[in-house]
């Protein structure tokens, strides 16, 4: 078990660009979460699977995002059209049914140009 | 109003010194609580976890819970400049997805 992993652990993008991220959670975590955070805040959230089901989606997540996990295992979450509000720490985290903890990864770092 | 109110700090003090980090909620449904901490461009790791209302210790850590002043506080004893970080306190709800809801994070320095 190595946690949660996060690729690519840095982005820097031209605004206008789509950007992806992947998230793979701890192994048999069937909960994953996403969080957005910038400088100086706590983490906000964006969105929840259970399994390969999107469970809720944060007022946050405008139509330029799109999460999926397909197969209930690692997650990729998409912007399209990045904007320079987007550059952020975009982090995932997993926890299993019977816990109501969560296990976060290093994050990935978005910056838009 | 944010539902967690948290001090940014910073908070710096010497080594060996007891650290009292505070937050506080408003929405009272809230029923479980976590203490993260979070170094500098990393990800938030898990410190301490409490349900409901009691005290948690797990060694130089004491996690506190009075949902009555829905008032939260972890303490940090014989505190050590490796304990220089963010720590973000976090609450969920069950009926919620168990979504955590962050402070904004205080920011400790401990001096050596």
């Known amino acids: 078990d190595t946690g949660v992993s996060q690729d690519p652990r840095h982005k820097i993008t031209k605004r206008g660009q789509n950007v992806t991220f992947r998230c793979d959670p701890i192994?048999?975590?069937?909960?994953l979460y996403w969080y957005r955070q910038t400088l100086g805040q706590g983490p906000e959230f964006l969105t929840y699977?259970?399994?390969?089901?999107?469970?809720?989606k944060s007022r946050l997540l405008s139509d330029r995002f799109s999460a999926e996990r397909p197969k209930g295992s690692f997650s990729t979450l998409e912007i399209q059209r990045t904007e320079q509000g987007d550059s952020a720490m975009y982090l995932c985290?997993?926890?299993?049914?019977?816990?109501?903890?969560?296990?976060f990864g290093p994050g990935t770092r978005l910056l838009v140009l | 109003q944010k539902e967690v109110e948290q001090d940014p700090g910073p908070l710096s003090v010497p080594e060996g010194a007891i650290v009292s980090l505070n937050c506080t909620y408003s929405n009272s449904a809230f029923q479980y609580f976590m203490w993260y901490r979070q170094y500098s461009r990393k990800g938030p790791e898990l410190l301490m976890y409490t349900y409901s209302s009691g005290n948690k210790e797990d060694g130089r850590f004491t996690a506190q819970v009075d949902k009555s002043s829905k008032y939260i506080s972890l303490f940090i004893r014989d505190s050590q400049p490796s304990d220089s970080a963010t720590y973000l306190c976090?609450?969920?709800?069950?009926?919620?997805?168990?979504?955590?809801?962050f402070g904004s994070g205080t920011r400790l320095l401990v001096r050596p």
């Open positions: 976090a609450m969920s709800r069950m009926d919620s997805s168990y979504k955590l809801i």
């Open positions: 192994s048999e975590h069937n909960r």
């Open positions: 699977f259970q399994n390969e089901a999107q469970l809720e």
């Open positions: 985290a997993s926890s299993s049914y019977d816990q109501e903890t969560q296990y």
